[in-house]
């Protein structure tokens, strides 16, 4: 029996669309609170994307939306050719239980404003938790991976040491050190300097710019930053009040705004 939910219906037969992530007519609201208006945008494999626009403007949510920390009111997210919300049960659309989201969120790895590390672990130990455990890597395999990923971020001495020692920069390296370390083919990126002392953050920024250049991975970042926006994205997009109100290269965003709120927004950012 197929099923009647618009969302479902909405859905092409086949989970092969395209790689990377592409939201289609998403809606979200918090109450009466309508925080993403019919949002549509692609990014595509490899491609890094930055978020931009001012405090509420939605861009958290729909990194959290990707997460599958909240649901969508309307629309589809997909992600890496499937549908977030729904899975394929022989030939029907069934709504998508917590089994299927967690390998759908595997794709996913996902960097946040606090680091999170475990407290009582080493840094070795906080990277190759969820590898051991989740990807079911041997301890041997999992530390030597994590400690090229400790060296990629500029840590290969600290592998032993534990997070309360590090500086915060220090501790957002491993940080992403620990999102890689699960593989994944998107990395989420929210705001991870925010939480810094000034002078720490052109380490982490400089990390990331090592990953962006060094691996394919695909990006979607919301930051402030708007120099590390203009050095490391394929396309900016702006958003005010939940939706896109203009994108392009970081040149054309950066330099040659067109939409008065994003000139005001980068006037006042800049
Ligand atoms: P941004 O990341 O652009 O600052 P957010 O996505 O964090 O914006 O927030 C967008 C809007 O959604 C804001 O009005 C915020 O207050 C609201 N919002 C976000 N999360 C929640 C929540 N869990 N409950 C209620 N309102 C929320």
């Given at each position: ?33 309508v925080v993403l208006r019919e949002l549509d945008f ?8 930055t978020l931009i626009g001012p405090s509420g403007s939605g861009k958290?949510t729909i ?159 919301v930051t402030h930053?708007m120099?590390?926006a ?5 396309r900016v997009l702006m958003f005010d009040k939940g939706q896109i109100v203009e994108e392009g290269s970081p040149?054309k965003i950066f330099s040659e705004p067109e939409n008065q709120r994003t000139q005001d927004f980068l006037h006042a950012v800049l």
């Amino acid at each position: 029996m197929a099923t009647t939910d618009p969302a479902a219906e909405a859905l092409p037969p086949s989970e092969d669309s395209a790689d990377g992530i592409r939201f289609e007519g998403v809606v979200k609201r918090f109450g009466d609170n309508v925080v993403l208006r019919e949002l549509d945008f692609s990014v595509a494999p490899g491609e890094r994307v930055t978020l931009i626009g001012p405090s509420g403007s939605g861009k958290t949510t729909i990194l959290r939306l990707l997460m599958t920390l909240e649901k969508v009111d309307d629309g589809v997210i997909w992600v890496n050719g499937r549908p977030l919300s729904h899975m394929k049960r022989g030939l029907r659309l069934v709504p998508a239980d917590e089994k299927y989201l967690h390998r759908v969120r595997n794709d996913i790895g996902m960097v946040f404003q606090q680091f999170n590390l475990f407290p009582n672990m080493s840094v070795l130990r906080n990277v190759t938790e969820a590898p051991v455990h989740v990807l079911k890597l041997s301890r041997d395999e999992a530390n030597e991976r994590a400690r090229e990923l400790l060296d990629l971020v500029g840590l290969a001495d600290k592998a032993d040491a534990h997070p309360a020692q590090l500086s915060g920069g220090q501790q957002q390296r491993v940080a992403i050190a620990r999102a890689l370390a699960m593989q994944p083919k998107i990395l989420l990126l929210d705001e991870v300097t925010s939480a810094l002392d000034p002078e720490l953050v052109a380490g982490v920024l400089d990390v990331l710019r090592n990953i962006a250049n060094e691996t394919d991975i695909t990006m979607l970042c919301v930051t402030h930053e708007m120099g590390f926006a203009r050095d490391v994205s394929d396309r900016v997009l702006m958003f005010d009040k939940g939706q896109i109100v203009e994108e392009g290269s970081p040149e054309k965003i950066f330099s040659e705004p067109e939409n008065q709120r994003t000139q005001d927004f980068l006037h006042a950012v800049l």
